[in-house]
């Protein structure tokens, strides 16, 4: 028999499998805070009725399927990726026998739409929300209709999905997932995810109250939906050169991994508290080049590397050499593009929440009086469609409640490179 292409197993690469080469771990990391508070995430989840938005992505698909084991009396599903729903309950129906599935819907909606709203007040009320839906790609930024669009998805819409399930009462807990980017943000994304925090925990009924908001900042997801190490597998499964910011180093969690922080953030975060993991830079940050060379060594190739752009394109296009493959080194000195990752930002501080791996970040406020002007200055822009806008003007917007957000632009953006 021929032995597979290098791009016919990369098209195969799976990131479950792949995950060992970024984290360096065998077990995953928060299973035995799993195993730990078992009976307590039973307590909380079992016969209980659970809608997650944005279910069909990476880290919300990895999430349901942390969740169900738990056994959720009804588990719905919103996303606006139909395919992806496909898939979803496809594989879900192939993994877990029909009785962990008593009511097991999936809906293809716009989670901050008039529809959604309908759907919510048709429906008897759900218990806990965990919202997924997010705008994460530092390349979204490019203009003002991009901007107001991560905006809109990542700060409006998980407000008014909060509003709307607390109007309709019931509620225990939401849970909306944020990013390592928000603490000290350079980009608009990392922005818009602290943004979110302050929008759910300020509006939100404080002290004493049955609902309990919660959130979480983790690193990257290795080998996720539309992650640099993702791209590594289809520019191999294309026979394209595949690019790295050179001296660049990260954090990484698996799939499974950033399931299992999200479902401890949910259930057992205490409220107003911000999950983050608790990682070493000297252990666990990964110089990207090196990882780089890993996946390639996966699939037993060794780099070629390159500097210039037009060559590393021939050198892919020729495929002469098929011990060693094309790697493009870049620097990094995209707009928005951070140097370092950190889980806590100024002012912030990491507390024990009784978690082995994780560490809880309280909420740290934002004026409550500015917060709330910029959402309706944000409204007004989005749906006044003659109201002027510039990516400038929001950007400066957005710094009138993150005074700490310093915004890093460039020349170049994301899109201009490989």
């Known amino acids: ?203 939100a009924p404080a002290g004493g109250g049955k609902l309990n908001v919660a959130s979480a900042r983790f690193a990257n997801v290795a080998f996720s939906d539309g992650s640099l190490l993702q791209g590594w597998l289809m520019r191999l499964a294309k026979g394209q050169p595949m690019a790295v910011p050179r001296d660049t180093r990260r954090y990484f969690v698996s799939l499974e991994e950033a399931g299992q922080i999200c479902l401890l953030a949910a259930f057992l975060a205490p409220d107003r508290h911000i999950l983050v993991p608790r990682l070493d830079a000297e252990k666990d940050m990964l110089l990207l080049s090196d990882l780089a060379v890993k996946v390639l060594g996966h699939y037993g190739c060794k780099p070629e590397f390159f500097e210039d752009e037009g060559r590393a394109r021939q050198a892919a296009a020729a495929k002469t050499d098929k011990e060693h493959y094309p790697l493009l080194l870049t620097p990094l000195n995209t707009t928005g593009e951070k140097p370092y990752e950190e889980f806590a930002g100024a002012g912030e501080r990491e507390v024990d929440v009784g978690l082995d791996h994780l560490a809880g970040v309280p909420y740290l406020a934002a004026p409550k009086e500015k917060l709330s002007v910029l959402l309706e200055s944000l409204e007004s822009w989005i749906n006044l469609p003659q109201k002027p806008v510039e990516s400038r003007k929001l950007v400066e917007a957005i710094q009138s409640v993150l005074p700490e957000f310093h915004h890093r632009d460039s020349v170049e953006g994301l899109d201009q490179r490989l």
């Open 1 to 203: 028999m021929t032995k597979p292409t290098i791009e016919a197993r990369a098209a195969l690469g799976c990131a479950d499998g792949l995950a060992f080469l970024a984290t360096g771990r065998d077990t995953p990391l928060f299973s035995t805070d799993i195993a730990r508070f078992r009976a307590r995430l039973s307590e909380r989840i079992a016969g209980f009725r659970v809608l997650v938005i944005g279910g069909a992505g990476s880290i919300g698909s990895a999430t349901v399927k942390a969740l169900i084991p738990f056994q959720p009396r009804c588990l719905h599903i919103v996303d606006q990726n139909e395919n992806g729903l496909a898939e979803l309950v496809r594989d879900l129906r192939s993994r877990f026998a029909a009785g962990q599935l008593p009511d097991l819907r999936t809906l293809p909606l716009n989670f901050g739409s008039p529809i959604m709203e309908r759907f919510l007040a048709a429906e008897p009320p759900y218990d806990y929300i965990l919202n997924f839906a997010a705008l994460k790609h530092v390349r979204s930024e490019k203009d003002s209709y991009s901007i107001l669009q991560m905006l809109d998805t990542n700060v409006l819409k998980p407000l008014h999905l909060l509003r709307w399930a607390m109007a309709r009462g019931g509620l225990r807990g939401y849970f909306s997932v944020s990013t390592d980017k928000a603490a000290n943000p350079v980009n608009v994304m990392g922005a818009s995810k602290r943004l979110m925090e302050h929008a759910i925990f300020s509006f």
